[in-house]
């Protein structure tokens, strides 16, 4: 590189520091942090539903509390650039209610809303949060309920506090781990072929279908990542990554953080220095099916082969220097699908028509995110940068091609993704699925053929 255009870059790096840089159009930012002192804070709170609410979107409700619902999250800040992480066992949280949860987690944090990386671990008993299609429905007088108001900003406040209250106890950062561990039994893709080749979609949560439990586990990402911080020899808290639908059993009204809770809070009493959260990556199109019929003798299984990866993933950490932070956020403008069923015209006759309650509250979630796109607010793919380390948070119920695709585009890099962000556009197939005909896309799909390339390429830019 010629000495004089070096010279001019360094010297727009300077310039730049501390600052931000807009794209065109605000196509992109990055924010740099000045020189500081690196500390973290670690926080948790109790999200659990009361009796009574909506479970997963208003399939069924609440009977009973098999296990706590958590929230736990993590504030870093280095110099002037803070940036928040929470994982949340609920299903979903989408639209206005996403953007919520980050102004009053900025709020208390010290930052700004687009710098608060929220996801959802996708427990299907547990809640779904979306304000206005619950506004929808209550306007209209009808059965169908996604989600109570009330509650949901009293989970936000609780979490809210929790996170100022962790600020009170910062601790200083001087390291970084990184480490990785194959999980075996957990994870398989919906897709399977069978004996006469053809190309099945429905291997579920839980299947007793002989052929599904056969066929090949399909594509998947069999690693499970772990992300560190420490101080000296002392971990303060691992953040695992790994993608699979997090469900054994599910839809009898028992709220339940399900096995990937079960294996967290093992793991969480085996290291009690160490504040422990995991993250579903992007698990849209991966299931537990080939190795889970349903029974709940299964669950403890999934758990003790979930928390075996936490475990071999800490013992394989490699630990590094700390390196600058940095946060950077490109839009992902997507528009949503209209395909019969899906048109404003076509929603809008469902909740006219419709009587079952499930059914109102889809209907309800897709104007929601219609109302949402009109605006023209897009959801935004947030990356930190630590050193080697990349922490990405993807919409929705990304699929697993996602996810690989951001690995792909640093394999040098200790890429950790996490699925279930703003979950407003339910499942993100790639076109493959569209032409395949995956019959998942019936419904929870709300957005149009053609997200595959739109998303593609904001992770080129969020990574490159």
Known sequence: MPASLLSRRS????ALAGSFACGVHGASWVLTRRPGRPRLATFAADVTVPLGHGMMGGAWVAKSIADPLEARGFVLRDGDLTVVFVSVDWCEIRNEAYARWQ????AAAGTTPERVLISTIHQHD????????????RARHLAGSVCDPEFHEQAVQRVGRAVAESMRRMQPV????????????????????MPDGSIQFD???ATRNAFAIAGEEGLIDPWLRTLSFWHGDEELAAVSFYAVHPMSYYGQGEVSADFPGLARRRRQEETPRSFQIYSSGCSGNLTAGKYNTGARENRPVLADRLYQ???AAAAATRKIGWSTLRFRSVPLPLEPRSSPGFTREDLEHTLEVEKRPFQQCLAAMGLSWRQRTETGRPINIPCVTLGPARLLVLPGEAYIEYQLAAQRLQPDAFVCVAGYGDGATGYIPTEQHWAEHDTNLADWCWVAPGSEARLRSALEKVLR
Not at 103 to 106: D, G, M, N, Y
Not at 126 to 137: F, H, N, S
């Open 11 to 14: 010297a727009l790096r300077l």
């Open 103 to 106: 102004t009053v987690l900025a």
């Open 126 to 137: 547990t809640p779904v949060a979306d304000l206005g299609a619950e506004r929808i429905l």
């Open 174 to 193: 001087n390291a970084l781990g990184t480490g990785a561990a194959r999980v075996t039994g957990v994870a398989s893709n919906r897709r399977y072929r």
């Open 203 to 205: 291997r579920m949560s």
């Open 309 to 311: 990866g936490l475990r």
